[in-house]
Nanobody
Framework: QVQLVESGGGSVHTGGSLRLSCAAS????????MGWFRQAPGKEREIVAA????????YYADSVKGRFTISRDNAKNAVYLQANSLKPEDTAEYYC????????????????WGQGTQVTVSS
């Protein structure tokens, strides 16, 4: 079992930055692949970024490549999403996710989910 709690969301203007954090509980956190997903009103949930348990491989959606960076600190049971050059279309609820299999997250789903943190980007 993994429990996930996101933080760091907020409201920024176009071009601004936010750093989202996800705190995980559970002794086996370091063995889980992690991901960030988002869902905007009226739209389906989409994957934003994923990272393997070791951090040696990452995945990014085309829409955020070059602007967002996913990272993790297994010693702190945490995963982060640095979001730079934010655009209004990045406005969404952002969710942290964990799964034993990296391929599962990269495919767009996961076993465990956080409650979400809202990101709002205004022009």
């Amino acid at each position: 079992q993994v429990q996930l709690v996101e933080s760091g969301g907020g409201s920024v203007h176009t071009g601004g930055s936010l750093r989202l954090s996800c705190a995980a509980s559970g002794r086996t956190f370091s063995s889980y692949a992690m991901g960030w997903f988002r869902q905007a009103p009226g739209k389906e949930r989409e994957i934003v970024a994923a990272i393997t348990w070791s951090g040696d491989s990452t995945y990014y959606a085309d829409s955020v490549k070059g602007r967002f960076t996913i990272s993790r600190d297994n010693a702190k049971n945490a995963v982060y999403l640095q979001a730079n050059s934010l655009k209004p279309e990045d406005t969404a609820e952002y969710y942290c996710a964990a799964d034993p299999n990296y391929s599962t997250i990269a495919a767009g789903t996961s076993s465990y989910w956080g409650q979400g943190t809202q990101v709002t980007v205004s022009s």
